[in-house]
């Protein structure tokens, strides 16, 4: 499978910039998902990878073969980069049954009938659709349609596969179960493939890296639990994470090496990070995950239950101090009486301080000092 590099990657509408100065390394076998808002340039990454859009600047090399280059004045089409394509859109033939639609590139290349016909039942089989084969695209289910689509786009063995949002037609339970099959697939066909999506929970539970953008900037490309953990900064932090990360505003009262004195909901705490740390005094932000904020009778912090969202395995608590409204998650049946007294703490060693641009620049625990 191949490695694709792209060198400062640009592209550009008259005066409007989709993508900017993109530097990026998908190895061979990855999972790549490019996550980000509406209009933040991942698809339009994805398609100048793919050869459907052209750069206006840059280099992309895929399996060690330049595939464009502004400055070489190289740009391989499309159809001879070896990539597959898988849109939102299945565009499946209606006349063709399934056997004939995954048969139709193969026969396009020019593949002889009975290397067709192994090819085409191999992907029957992977995909799991073999009791399908003389059906037609009315008479399959959206899940089933979405299987063939694949089939049809994996059985030339394209170097790449390469997914524009695929899933998006599909109902949130088949959703889910796509989700597990294409994991799968991953595994099973030793593929590289590149995904776009705008949904965080597509990205953190396929991708080996993820790459997320924002007005066609990277902000972060690390692995799902990586980016979820230590976001590089405040959008990120805020974009990857459902119920989403909390943000207290605070005050950076002293700095000295890999501790710091911070004030925040009235309180006075003590910061500490696994190295050294610098950040200017004055205001800051505190970032924690709602799994951080356990509530109990023993609670070192007290507020008020603004509203409970129990969902049987889980509940979401947002509790209410003064004017700051915090998400907290417990697991298990519960429930908690709305205005009722709350008690909980601060737990975690990856409590994240950011600086007054947003940037992280630790993770560490808070203690309260009493």
Sequence with gaps: MPEIILKNISKRWGSFKAVSNLDLVIEDGAFITLLGPSGCGKTTTLRMIAGLETPTEGE???????????????????????VGFLF????????????????FGLETLKWKKPEIEKRVQEMLETMQIVQFRDRYPAELSGGQQQRVAIARTLAPRPKVLFMDEPLSNLDAKLRGEMRTELKRLHKDTGSTFVYVTHDQLEAMTMATKICLMKDGFLQQYDPPLTVYTLPANRFVADFVGNPTMNFISGEVLSNNGSSAEVRILGEHFTYKASRDFTIQIGAATIGIRPEYLPISE?????????????????????IKIADTLLSSVMFGSLDYK?????????VGSNILLFDGEGKRVAAGTLSKVE
């Design 60 to 82: 992309i090399t895929i399996d060690g073969k330049v595939v464009f280059s502004s400055e070489k004045g190289i740009n391989i089409s499309a159809a001879k980069r070896d």
């Design 88 to 103: 939102q859109n299945y565009a499946l033939w209606p006349h063709m049954t399934v056997f004939q639609n995954i048969a």
């Design 298 to 318: 023993s609670g070192s912090l007290k507020g008020t239950a603004y509203s409970t969202l129990p969902a049987g395995m889980e509940t979401t608590v947002k």
């Design 338 to 346: 709305i205005d009722s007294d709350i008690c909980f703490d601060i």
